[in-house]
């Protein structure tokens, strides 16, 4: 079933009414709630107008739109998100910082495994196939596979010289580590990331994903779309919440990156 567009208030551009009135409803409640808002808002009158300016193609209508939308979903219910409130933001920090721990522990453990599968070498003892030969444990694990055939005839077509240079159960392990130490922590893992890259969960998410997602509609159709200070205080207050304060967003427009069509000029 299709939005009723008959109901949307006649400062709603044509191309944007299509959009509304010819795209399924979202399943998520709250992204419909958020749809609903955004074309029936009073405040948004201007910005509507504004926009209907730029005569945005009805692929930038759609873009911009769902750009809107969910950057609202990734703002927490209530405020802010906490540890003890956690949303889908903090959820994904926080698995991330736990990963950062379990990296650096896998990286000493893998290196504890190496030397002592060394050492077992150095022994020159009866020991499993497995420790100190790759292909070995390669078969061994895939002996009941789906792959196994495959490997099997990889492994017939090496030659006696790259066999012996395959690199042992150690060397793996030791590769292993060094790709653990070599990944980059939570911070730079997020460090582009609009969303991501503050640890705090709150609305201010939604004007840095706002403005990524201008940047980007710039980068692939070449419109600038420039909200004036007015426009974010609308659409704070229409889509997130009345309570925030219009020096607050103010502010949070200050500490945006500057836009392509910025950084240009310089």
Known sequence: MLRDGSTLPDW???????????????????????????????????????????????DEWSYLIGCIVNAVECVPDEGAATRDRPD?????????????????????????????????????????????????????????NAADDDFKR??????????????APAELLRCLAASADAHPPASKVF??????????????????????????IYAMYQVRIVFKEKHWIALVHALISHDISRSSVNAERRNLPPFPWEKQKK
Not at 25 to 54: G, I, K
Not at 193 to 216: E, G, N, V
Request: hydrophobic content about 35%.
């Open 154 to 167: 990889f492994n017939r077509e090496l030659s006696s010289y790259k066999r012996n240079g395959f690199p």
């Open 88 to 144: 889908d933001k903090v959820r994904i920090r926080d698995k991330q910082t736990r990963a950062d721990a379990l990296l650096s522990q896998l990286a000493v453990k893998a290196r504890g495994l190496a030397d002592l599968l060394d050492e077992l070498d150095d022994l020159r003892a009866t020991v499993p196939g497995e420790t100190y030969s790759s292909l070995a444990l390669i078969e061994s694990a895939l002996s009941r």
């Open 191 to 216: 460090s582009d990331d609009p969303w991501l890259s503050s640890q705090k969960s709150s609305w201010r998410d939604f004007m840095r994903i706002m403005a990524r997602c201008i940047s980007d």
């Open 12 to 58: 709603i551009p044509e191309r944007a009414r299509f959009i509304y009135s010819y795209t399924e409803p979202f399943s998520d409640q709250r992204r419909e709630w958020t749809m609903h808002d955004l074309f029936h808002a009073q405040d948004l009158e201007d910005l509507f107008r504004h926009l209907n300016e730029l005569w945005l193609s009805e």
